[in-house]
């Protein structure tokens, strides 16, 4: 197993339930919150002599602090045609493995949504700490050839609970800019760390001269092309440009996107998370 993911959360978690992140509760923790009147939180241990001696009305006062809170992890992430190309499939199992073990360890529960062009209920799993399904996923998601569009995406926020969670969300975005708008906007209540999966083998193994044909994956429409060298530029030039577009989409919601270009690493994703929490 690689390392696991070191995740932070950059804001208070609203479970009740205790876990490794900043909570919103009060109970067994380290950071003091503030003072309460012993009636209202009846634990004789943690009266503050100081704060009782300084109270007007000469009640008890009781050091109260901040109880450290589990968080609901998910993944949501994109099964259409175009992420079955290469190692993105790969990619995406090694990824699920590694959040998974991850959450786990710090606590947490974790769920998975997987999206193809319409609402497939086999490719949702709920918040658990469930392993055995974890790896039924993975044998499924092996097993599976990725087809269709990736539609499914616009309905994926459905799927997450009403309190705030931490998701990542994986894809290789070869959709229109505005879907990925609409996608972002109904995730806005959640934390959303986006993996941008794109393999150099979409423009490096690009002749610069001969007659190839292309076919998309999603909708089987097949391009012939003369390529040269200009055309050559112009294809890798477009896609660079492409890659900026994203990036300014994502900013646009406050989110900086991680683009995983080459064979998947922990190590790099740990780096981006880092800085993210910086």
């Avoid at 932070?8 to 950071?31: D, E, K």
């Avoid at 530029?233 to 991680?258: A, M």
Wanted: aromatic share 10%; with cysteine.
């Amino acid at each position: 197993m690689t390392e696991p993911l070191f995740y932070r959360l950059p804001w208070q978690s609203g479970s009740v339930y205790p876990g490794a992140h900043p909570g919103q509760m009060t109970g067994a923790g380290q950071l003091f919150k503030r003072h309460e009147p012993l009636i209202a939180s009846p634990d004789p241990r943690r009266i503050d002599i100081r704060a009782t001696i300084l109270d007007p009305f000469g009640n008890y006062r009781v050091r109260v602090y901040h109880q450290q809170s589990s968080v609901n992890v998910y993944l949501i992430a994109d099964l259409s045609a175009s992420m079955g190309f290469a190692n993105k499939k790969s990619t995406l199992i090694q990824f699920l493995l590694t959040a998974a073990h991850s959450a786990f360890g710090y606590g947490d529960k974790f769920g998975f949504i997987g999206c193809t062009e319409n609402r497939q209920h086999q490719w949702l799993l709920p918040p658990g700490q469930q392993l055995g399904s974890i790896k039924s996923l993975v044998e499924q998601i092996k097993t599976t050839r990725f087809t269709g569009t990736a539609n499914g995406l616009l309905q994926a926020a459905a799927y997450l609970s009403s309190r705030r969670s931490l998701v990542f969300l994986l894809s290789d975005c070869h959709f229109p800019l505005a879907q990925l708008r609409e996608i972002l906007r109904s995730l806005q209540g959640h934390d959303v760390i986006p993996l941008v999966l794109w393999d150099q083998q979409e423009t490096t193994d690009l002749p610069s001269w001969g007659v190839i044909s292309y076919q998309d994956m999603e909708n089987n429409e097949t391009r012939t092309l003369f390529m040269r060298p200009a055309l050559r530029q112009k294809i890798i030039d477009t896609y660079h440009q492409r890659q900026l577009d994203v990036k300014h989409c994502f900013r646009s919601f406050g989110i900086e996107p991680l683009f995983i270009n080459d064979a998947y690493s922990t190590q790099l994703i740990n780096g981006y998370l880092h800085q993210r929490a910086a």
